[in-house]
């Protein structure tokens, strides 16, 4: 019965403006030439704070213009909401006007409302244009509301953004079943195209499944090109659902680092593997770790991300691993599981690199393939190349020593006890 009411209420909104649709023809045909008003979107769902409505005229007009609004629903003025206006004012030589419903939350119910706002008559001069109505779903305590955990991401190769759900005390949401939520891209910000730079594996949604902790809206890289780079999502209107504190997203397709340059040695981070002895898990010799200095250089020569000319010009100890003599290193994948020095899940570049001694070490050679990650950084304003060694197997009583008896795969120092090693580059 209720919602049948909100039908009867919401239709006799439409029938209110069929006459000034007919007052405003000038022929015969029902066609009107006079300049359109009309509001620019026309449904919000609104959890808490406050919705802009705006009204846009065509035409300017030459002196400033009001336009009486009607409230209709079940949401109670001064109860439920309160209106800046009950009109809205174009100013003379502007095409927008707008007024603001904010929400009442000492009196929200468990269950939604709904206000229905119609614009009542077009001032003299104008008409109103078919969309000159808009409807708020005001969410009760039993509503949820939907933002993305960031404002802005990158994407190299691929890109997976995520989307929160919160109930309305803040806390979060994970819904019983497999919910869909729509997004769609700004087509008047964003500079990229779909189907020529990115594309949408999934679709224009984010899927996020029962009992899940968020929802992931996937992104592949097509192209890069610069200054058409740029993909706006924003997420779209769900019932039962208001948007948060990000309903909008700003994805840069960057693509992979490339890498090339002469990078100079500017310092180890041993922290990793030192974890071991600190702990009393192993004995890892911390005396007999790797020295380097500025003399330490190495180059990458490369037009793009999938493939360099690597030069080593390392002393004794980074010798061990690099070797010596230019070879062609390859790109293999982004990896996004590692975590960067500070804790922090990031992206690292692997590359193939041939002729490297996994062994780290002069007195046992062990030849072969290897994979190298890097990544770049900023920190305290300055550019590194971080060298990321998780491929290499230490030898008893050199450094690294025990930690031998903890390589379950061939996976483990990666996550576990990698060698980093930072390049600032050689201008």
């Known amino acids: 019965m209720r919602q049948m009411l909100y039908r009867l209420m919401l239709l006799s909104v439409v029938m209110c403006v069929m006459p000034s649709l007919v007052s405003c023809s000038d022929d015969d045909n029902g066609v009107s030439t006079l300049p359109q008003i009309f509001i620019e979107k026309s449904h919000f769902t609104m959890a808490k704070g406050d919705v802009t409505i705006l009204v846009t005229a065509e035409v300017p007009p030459v002196q400033d213009i009001r336009i009486p609004v009607r409230l209709g629903g079940s949401a109670v003025r001064d109860v439920d909401y309160t209106i800046s206006d009950e009109g809205v004012v174009i100013k003379a030589g502007e095409t927008t006007g707008s007024f603001i419903v904010s929400r009442i939350e000492e009196s929200m119910p468990d269950d939604k409302l709904e206000l229905f706002i119609n614009l009542a008559e077009a001032p003299s001069g104008y008409c109103l244009g078919l969309v000159n109505y808009a409807s708020i779903n005001l969410l009760g305590k039993n509503g949820y509301v939907m933002s993305f955990m960031e404002t802005a991401g990158t994407i190299d190769l691929d890109g997976e953004f995520k989307l929160k759900l919160y109930d309305m005390k803040g806390s979060m949401y994970r819904p019983k079943v497999e919910e869909i939520f729509e997004v769609e891209i700004d087509a008047e910000q ?8 990115f594309e949408m594996p999934e679709g224009h949604v ?95 020569t490369g037009e793009t991300y999938e493939k360099y000319a690597f030069t080593p010009q390392f002393g004794k100890d980074l010798a061990k691993y690099f070797g010596s003599g230019t070879r062609d290193v390859e790109f293999i994948k982004v990896d996004k599981e590692f975590k960067d020095q500070n804790g922090v899940n990031t992206n690292f570049t692997r590359l193939k690199v041939p002729g490297i001694n996994i062994s780290f070490s002069d007195t046992k050679q062990d030849i072969r393939d290897a994979q190298v990650a890097f990544n770049l950084i900023q920190s305290d304003g300055k550019e590194y190349l971080e060298c990321w060694i998780g491929d290499w197997i230490p030898v008893y009583g050199e450094y690294g020593g025990d930690l031998s008896d903890w390589i379950y795969d061939d996976t483990y120092l990666w996550t576990m006890a990698p060698i980093r090693i930072y390049f600032t580059r050689v201008q």
């Open 190 to 197: 964003s500079t990229a195209v779909e189907g020529e730079h």
């Open 206 to 300: 984010i899927k996020y499944p029962a009992n899940a902790r968020e929802g992931i809206l996937k992104v592949n890289m097509l192209k890069v090109e610069p200054g058409r780079d740029k993909i706006v999502f924003r997420l779209v209107d769900k019932d039962g659902y208001a948007v948060g504190a990000n309903p909008e997203m700003t994805v840069t397709i960057k693509g992979p680092d490339n890498f090339s340059g002469t990078w100079q040695f500017d310092h180890f981070d041993f922290a990793d593997v030192q974890m071991y002895e600190d702990w009393g898990m192993a004995n890892i010799y911390p005396d007999k770790a790797p020295v380097a200095s500025a003399d330490d250089k190495m180059v990458l």
